[in-house]
């Protein structure tokens, strides 16, 4: 088990690499001259921005910056300095992750202990009132564009009701709408995965043999059906977690959480290459993470899975 | 218990109809059995013909999103099943009628080690604590042959025979009354089949458990059974004593599953299979049944209503002929 994860674990430093390389490469190719911008808006000689470049060390081959800039990631860790504020990316991203953690985990939270429970009952009472009822709410919510949804409960919650703040990160209490926001959209999405897993486990012979033994309904449900519909239902979990630890961009915009995502959008209208680059790379470091712990949980789930792991890492070993 | 022997188990008039798209499946019509305690009935038919399906009313295990109705009485012990409450049910499950599965493939729940899936009906029963359970589970496991070394694996590490073992362990964990093994060796291969055949008889008379043995094999039949019954198109067209099933074996159906057999002492070039399919089981007939497979048919089956005839006490044929012939 162990060496498959530091399997995996080596195998994310290519994916990375390849990550690194392209997103240099493009900005690279992006129009525009980063030491222009660096100077800021007026007017500029163009000494003095032949002189920017040559500080920016931007002179040199695209060949040699991109080696250099691989190095100082992989080796120190090092996403090199904003073009605009000359501000060290690396601390950047770490002071903005926190809240977009904040969000990410409240909204996967929210989404499971909402869709998960949502997407059983359906299952077990398919074709039902509640399950068609369920399928048009949720699917009610998927409709809507997450910004028009952020910006409704604003208009509800913080104006007319006044109950939570609109926007910034101060306490948790200002993540209660950016939290909702963020669930609403997949919440749909997730409940029917839950549903079309379980569906199937359900109708399983298994589950029949689980029923004949005299248990419970619920023990049938919970004991048997549910930890065999695990497997796509992680999967989702795992997919969605990622992609919202690489921060939530219009929920970021609209509540003024000051994320990952927000950090994107700026660097993006400044046309921050450095910035950019940096906070893409960092997220896919953290999306190949959540994958690998997604893959780790399926072994906790499925014995044959796990089974699968150490009998690849026994042959390994021959 | 008080009661008299003779309504241990019964089934009267057992009617059970699928939906499926727009038309209507039936399955079972107009069943009736009776079984006494610790008697062995073999309930013989071709795939289709409604043997599960008559397993599983019994214990309200049919998948209810596909079925339409079932109709008539199940009596266990003078209680009607059909009128049983969901706790009332999960009493009786596995404790007093409990179920060997056709396929012990897909029998076993792939994520719960073999001795917690038998342990935890045991403890649903008995209300024991958990190590007294897996100690009973145990003890099952190697009473069909698998060592306690191997309690604690999955079901994917077994072989299809083990899985079987495993399956009839946990059908007989709580010493039910009534066992209902439906094909229990059929996934099996030959060699296997023999030595689940002969676990099942010994736990039986061991145990005294009456048995509604499912099959579609007649060997088998004989080997183990009291009593047969012959279904063909979800009705019972014979039933009677093994002796009156092979020795007088009287509807031209159960007569034609014989002659599909083949015979070490005849010297026959071929076996004689019946010819014909099954017929539409969305559509109820007017005549008999097995009238467009029937060798002897002609036009009085036309007028056939499907009724039973009983050729000697307890020898019952759905055939006109039968009648005929005494």
Redesign the interface.
């Given at each position: 088990m162990i060496r498959y994860v530091v399997k995996r674990l080596l195998i994310m430093i290519p994916t990375l690499l390849a990550v690194g390389i392209i997103m240099f490469t493009l900005m690279n190719f992006v129009p525009g001259d980063p030491a222009q911008l660096a100077l800021g808006s007026g007017v500029h000689t163009e000494a003095e921005i032949e002189a920017k470049r040559v500080a920016l060390g931007l002179d040199r081959p695209f060949v040699v910056r991109l080696g250099e800039y691989i190095t100082n990631i992989f080796t120190k860790f090092d996403f090199g300095k904003s073009l605009i504020d000359g501000t060290d990316i690396k601390w950047e991203l770490m002071k903005r992750f926190p809240h977009t953690a904040k969000i990410a985990i409240f909204s996967i939270v929210l989404t499971v202990v909402v869709g998960l429970p949502l997407g059983i009952y359906t299952a077990v009472h398919?074709?039902s009132a509640g399950d068609r009822v369920s399928l048009f709410v949720t699917l009610l919510f998927d409709c809507m564009p997450s910004f028009w949804t952020a910006l409704m409960l604003v208009l509800l919650f913080s104006l007319k009701l006044k109950w939570f703040p609109s926007s910034g990160a101060k306490s948790l209490i200002y993540f209660v709408l950016p939290t909702i926001a963020n669930s609403l959209g997949g919440l749909a999405g997730f409940t029917r995965q839950v549903r079309a897993s379980m569906l199937e486990v359900v109708?399983?012979?298994?589950v029949?043999?689980?029923?004949?033994?005299?248990?419970?309904?619920r023990?049938v449900i919970y004991?048997?059906a549910l930890?065999?519909a695990l497997i796509p239902i992680l999967t989702v979990i795992g997919m969605r977690f990622g992609s919202m630890l690489g921060g939530a961009t219009i929920i970021e915009v609209v509540f003024s959480v000051p994320g990952i995502g927000q950090y994107l959008v700026n660097s993006i209208n400044n046309r921050d290459y450095n910035a950019c680059t940096g906070g893409i790379i960092f997220i896919a470091f953290t999306f190949a993470l959540v994958m690998l712990l997604t893959d780790l949980l399926y072994a906790f789930?499925?014995?044959?899975i796990k089974?699968q792991y150490v009998s690849s890492n026994k042959k390994k070993v021959k | 218990m008080a009661k008299t022997r003779e309504n241990f188990f019964g089934i009267r008039h057992l009617t059970v109809k699928y939906h499926s798209g727009n038309s209507i499946i039936h399955a079972v019509n107009d069943v009736s059995l009776e079984l006494k305690a610790g008697e062995t009935l073999g309930l013989v038919g071709e795939t289709g013909a409604g043997k599960t399906t008559i397993a599983?009313s019994i214990?309200r295990?049919l998948?209810e999103?596909s079925v339409e109705s079932v109709e008539g009485d199940i009596w266990f012990e003078g209680r009607q099943i059909l009128d049983m409450n969901?706790k009332e049910?999960?009493?009786?499950?596995?404790?007093s009628i409990?179920?060997i599965?056709q396929?012990p493939m897909?029998?076993?729940?792939?994520?719960?080690t073999v001795v917690s899936q038998i342990a935890?009906?045991y403890r649903?029963?008995q209300n024991c604590s958990k190590a007294e359970a897996n100690k009973r589970a145990i003890e099952m496991l190697e009473m069909v042959g698998i060592g306690a070394d191997r309690a604690e694996e999955?079901p994917?590490?077994f072989s299809g025979g083990m899985k079987q073992r495993v399956?009839i362990a946990?059908a007989l964990a709580c010493s039910p009354q009534l066992l209902l093994a439906d094909e229990p060796t059929t996934a099996l291969d030959v060699t296997i089949q023999a030595q689940v055949l002969d676990l099942i008889r010994d736990l039986r008379n061991k145990l005294g458990t009456a048995m509604i043995l499912i099959t579609h094999d007649l060997g088998v039949v004989a080997e183990v059974c009291d009593k047969v019954a012959v279904i063909y198109a979800g009705r019972i067209i014979e039933q009677g004593t093994l002796q009156d099933i092979y020795d007088h074996p009287t509807h031209p159906y159960t007569c034609g599953l014989f002659g599909a057999l083949p015979d070490l002492d005849k010297d026959v070039e071929r076996l004689s299979p019946i010819e014909g399919l099954p017929p539409d089981p969305s559509v109820i007939r007017e005549h008999c049944d097995f009238m467009e497979r029937c060798p002897y048919a002609c036009g009085k089956c036309k007028k056939f209503n499907n009724h039973m005839i009983e050729m000697t006490p307890g020898h019952m044929v759905r055939c006109w002929k039968a009648n005929e012939e005494e």
């Amino acid at each position: 088990m162990i060496r498959y994860v530091v399997k995996r674990l080596l195998i994310m430093i290519p994916t990375l690499l390849a990550v690194g390389i392209i997103m240099f490469t493009l900005m690279n190719f992006v129009p525009g001259d980063p030491a222009q911008l660096a100077l800021g808006s007026g007017v500029h000689t163009e000494a003095e921005i032949e002189a920017k470049r040559v500080a920016l060390g931007l002179d040199r081959p695209f060949v040699v910056r991109l080696g250099e800039y691989i190095t100082n990631i992989f080796t120190k860790f090092d996403f090199g300095k904003s073009l605009i504020d000359g501000t060290d990316i690396k601390w950047e991203l770490m002071k903005r992750f926190p809240h977009t953690a904040k969000i990410a985990i409240f909204s996967i939270v929210l989404t499971v202990v909402v869709g998960l429970p949502l997407g059983i009952y359906t299952a077990v009472h398919a074709n039902s009132a509640g399950d068609r009822v369920s399928l048009f709410v949720t699917l009610l919510f998927d409709c809507m564009p997450s910004f028009w949804t952020a910006l409704m409960l604003v208009l509800l919650f913080s104006l007319k009701l006044k109950w939570f703040p609109s926007s910034g990160a101060k306490s948790l209490i200002y993540f209660v709408l950016p939290t909702i926001a963020n669930s609403l959209g997949g919440l749909a999405g997730f409940t029917r995965q839950v549903r079309a897993s379980m569906l199937e486990v359900v109708q399983s012979d298994y589950v029949t043999t689980a029923r004949s033994k005299g248990l419970p309904e619920r023990e049938v449900i919970y004991g048997h059906a549910l930890p065999n519909a695990l497997i796509p239902i992680l999967t989702v979990i795992g997919m969605r977690f990622g992609s919202m630890l690489g921060g939530a961009t219009i929920i970021e915009v609209v509540f003024s959480v000051p994320g990952i995502g927000q950090y994107l959008v700026n660097s993006i209208n400044n046309r921050d290459y450095n910035a950019c680059t940096g906070g893409i790379i960092f997220i896919a470091f953290t999306f190949a993470l959540v994958m690998l712990l997604t893959d780790l949980l399926y072994a906790f789930v499925d014995p044959r899975i796990k089974a699968q792991y150490v009998s690849s890492n026994k042959k390994k070993v021959k | 218990m008080a009661k008299t022997r003779e309504n241990f188990f019964g089934i009267r008039h057992l009617t059970v109809k699928y939906h499926s798209g727009n038309s209507i499946i039936h399955a079972v019509n107009d069943v009736s059995l009776e079984l006494k305690a610790g008697e062995t009935l073999g309930l013989v038919g071709e795939t289709g013909a409604g043997k599960t399906t008559i397993a599983k009313s019994i214990l309200r295990i049919l998948p209810e999103s596909s079925v339409e109705s079932v109709e008539g009485d199940i009596w266990f012990e003078g209680r009607q099943i059909l009128d049983m409450n969901d706790k009332e049910l999960q009493a009786l499950r596995g404790k007093s009628i409990s179920m060997i599965f056709q396929d012990p493939m897909t029998a076993l729940n792939p994520v719960k080690t073999v001795v917690s899936q038998i342990a935890e009906g045991y403890r649903q029963h008995q209300n024991c604590s958990k190590a007294e359970a897996n100690k009973r589970a145990i003890e099952m496991l190697e009473m069909v042959g698998i060592g306690a070394d191997r309690a604690e694996e999955y079901p994917h590490q077994f072989s299809g025979g083990m899985k079987q073992r495993v399956v009839i362990a946990l059908a007989l964990a709580c010493s039910p009354q009534l066992l209902l093994a439906d094909e229990p060796t059929t996934a099996l291969d030959v060699t296997i089949q023999a030595q689940v055949l002969d676990l099942i008889r010994d736990l039986r008379n061991k145990l005294g458990t009456a048995m509604i043995l499912i099959t579609h094999d007649l060997g088998v039949v004989a080997e183990v059974c009291d009593k047969v019954a012959v279904i063909y198109a979800g009705r019972i067209i014979e039933q009677g004593t093994l002796q009156d099933i092979y020795d007088h074996p009287t509807h031209p159906y159960t007569c034609g599953l014989f002659g599909a057999l083949p015979d070490l002492d005849k010297d026959v070039e071929r076996l004689s299979p019946i010819e014909g399919l099954p017929p539409d089981p969305s559509v109820i007939r007017e005549h008999c049944d097995f009238m467009e497979r029937c060798p002897y048919a002609c036009g009085k089956c036309k007028k056939f209503n499907n009724h039973m005839i009983e050729m000697t006490p307890g020898h019952m044929v759905r055939c006109w002929k039968a009648n005929e012939e005494e």
